[in-house]
């Protein structure tokens, strides 16, 4: 799995990319087919301090391309909500790409 975590108007800091990368841990705990992760964490130039902090990340998994972005006053509250909608995507294309039928029982004669 390919990680890439970038700030925009942010400086990057070691706890938090340790914390980025702790998190999406849960991803690829339920799919292990997860190919390109790309996070961007971005301080946003606004007055309201309200969903100030953003969080958004492009996931490349085998067949399907998910994106997710949150804002938050938080930073770390923006990466809790991203990965939570997350992981309910991947959870998703996991249970879409499952092949759910049942194999055909011998006929007894």
Known sequence: MNLTISGH???????LRSYVTTKLDRI???FDQVVDVKVLLT???QKEK???QRAECNIHVK????????SH???YAAVDELVDKLDRQVVRHKDRVQDHHHAASKRLM
């Open 63 to 70: 067949g399907n391309d998910m994106f997710a972005e949150c």
């Open 28 to 30: 690829t705990r339920h």
């Open 73 to 75: 006053e938080d930073l």
């Open 9 to 15: 108007h942010l400086d990057v800091t070691p706890a």
């Open 50 to 52: 309200q969903g100030r």
């Open 43 to 45: 301080v946003e130039k």
